[in-house]
């Protein structure tokens, strides 16, 4: 058990000011149904609702503090379930009534019958249905809007996960390093080769009207994803020259297939930052698109330092190395495709060295 | 008396870069005399020891040792009782070795390069030469720099990832996986691809990287003593001072002797 908050205060003060508020329009209405004095009705109505609040509320925030939270609800609700509130709310409104009257009676100097004094037990409990019901109705109201609030809060909360989540998405694909870099490029051959610069702008338009868009984007073509893939590792050659080798190798046939768009671009990006960067002498990448049988194999290699050696980032660099981008393939391969779909990671099997990544996707989504 | 002419080398793995940064550098200060241009880290330390300039431009991220590490060998293997180069770092985006930079009071140069910022870092740089060249001992400024180079190592090696400490190290031998334990290590030392990992009986090989390897260790029982050697501290018996002033350290449980670079010199001194 830990002491109320200021939050808990605050609601409970809320609370005090509603109860007060509905005690004043009760006691108006009943005055007026009933033909009685409307400022003595007030009072009265007033001192019960007032007393009320104090043993129900009070009592709430008393009781689930003591208590562990039943299930299915969060502890700072206060909520310790309807049964205990049953409880508080019969004990608390037949209290109010009671000590409420004569709380007016000795304001108003008047007798007024209470619980004990009313001629039958019938009456008794006629008298009492005047606390009661209104502290269920006002019990309710409060509760039915914690759990609203609750709702709110759970949803915003859920929005700003998500938005922080595509943003680090996003982050990743627009890796600052290779923006700066590239910009940097760009800023040099403005003026060194005005034709060479354009070129090189309208490769980085349009790699990132594709990266921007890849979310909203559904599917798109193989096609359209080599040519994606062309621009980005063009911009790359341009930082690189001669130290990089780019081969791209799609059949006609398989031109059309649709898949997630930009889904090779972590991996590729992999291969450059973690294999062929990092390499003296640079290398070569090579992205192929096979089919075998009814699966389609994307595959995506370097000829760089390999996976022993590439995992040690240079000062500075994202501790995570590659495996955010592998993670991030692995789990949009996952929600599509389920089990048909996978990705192998392993050091390339033949002499050039390096490592290859193939995704297998099924042709046909079951 | 004609002053010497001030050289630098560049050292920018973006052919593109190195041209501009080079042009920029020769509109901005046209007495300044680059002496080489290279494209990857072994390079910059291979010629910045070959023809010993006055500053040294160096790439962050370039292929091989990155321009942090290279500062380290060039600081480490800088003939003694020459003058240390003034460094100048250039990187694109590395939120984790700008700290290290401005912590460590050492001038950087963000790409794309902005010209009046390049200016300002030349006119930094003419005023410290002058300085320098004013002193006189050469050997006051280089125990500056190396001071400025020890807190930028130590800077960026509080950027590396935590990790709890290692309590043993699995070595393989052909198929056999050996387990030793911390303990008995007595020094690592890097060699190509690989750390040799010592003990009093024998060695192994682990394939992994010193700059993996030293977040593992506990800092206050592993010491480095050059970039490519880490030593348990008990485990040595004396530090010895040769005849060329180079220090080196006699272990207890071993006959070879460590050299320690004057990076690292400074942690051996009477009580």
Known sequence: ?366 | MSRPRATALIAEDEPLLAASLHSDLVDLWPELQVLAQVGHGEAAVEQALALRPDLVFLDIRMPGLGGIEAAQAIGEDWPEGHQLPLLVFVTAYDQYALQAFEHAAIDYVLKPVHQDRLAKTCVRLQAALAAIRAAPHPSDSNAAALEQLRSLLAATGIAAPPASPLTVIQASIGTTIHFVPIDEVLYFEAADKYIRVMTAAREYLIRISLRQLLPQLDPRVYWQIHRGTVVRCDAVAAALRDESGRMQLKLRQRPELLSVSRLYAHLFKPM
């Open chain 1, 1 to 366: 058990m830990h002491p109320p908050s200021q939050n808990d205060y605050k609601t409970l003060l809320k609370r005090a000011a509603a109860s007060l508020v509905f005690s004043v329009l009760f006691g108006a209405t009943l005055a007026l149904v009933r033909e009685q004095n409307l400022w003595y009705s007030i009072l009265y109505s007033l001192c019960i609702g007032l007393i009320c609040w104090f043993c129900i509320d009070v009592g709430r925030l008393v009781v689930a503090r003591a208590l562990p939270a039943p299930p299915g609800v969060a502890p700072n609700r206060n909520w310790p379930g309807w049964l205990w509130m049953i409880v508080l709310i019969v004990v608390g409104s037949a209290f109010a009534y009671s000590s409420g009257t004569l709380l007016g009676d000795w304001l108003t100097g008047s007798r007024s019958s209470n619980l004990f004094s009313a001629g039958s037990l019938r009456e008794s409990l006629t008298l009492l249905l005047f606390a009661f019901v209104p502290a269920v109705i006002v019990t309710y109201f409060f509760y039915s809007r914690g759990v609203l609030a609750d709702r709110i809060a759970a949803a915003e909360a859920a929005q700003r996960l998500a938005a922080e989540s595509r943003l680090k998405l996003l982050e990743a694909q627009l890796e600052p390093h290779m923006l700066f870099n590239t910009l940097a490029n760009l800023r040099v051959l403005i003026t060194r080769d005005p034709v060479r610069a354009q070129a090189m702008l309208d490769q980085l338009i349009a790699f990132l009207r594709a990266t921007l868009g890849a979310s909203r984007l559904g599917a798109h073509s193989l096609r359209a994803e080599f040519d994606r893939l062309a621009d980005y590792l063009a911009l790359v050659q341009v930082r690189m020259a001669d130290r990089l080798t780019v081969v791209l190798e799609l059949p006609e046939a398989l031109a059309a297939i649709k898949i997630p768009p930009l889904l090779l671009q972590p991996l590729v990006e992999n291969c450059v930052k973690h294999g062929l960067e990092p390499a003296i002498a640079g290398g070569r990448i090579e992205i192929k698109a096979t089919r075998e049988g009814e699966d389609l194999l994307l595959s995506v290699r370097d000829t760089g330092v390999g996976l022993a050696a590439g995992s040690s980032p240079p000062t500075g660099a994202d501790p995570a190395g590659g495996q955010f981008g592998l993670a991030q393939v692995r789990e949009r391969l996952g929600t599509l495709y389920g089990a048909q779909a996978s990705l192998s990671l392993a050091s390339a099997p033949d002499a050039d060295g390096g490592t290859l990544v193939v995704v297998r996707l099924p042709l046909k989504v079951r």
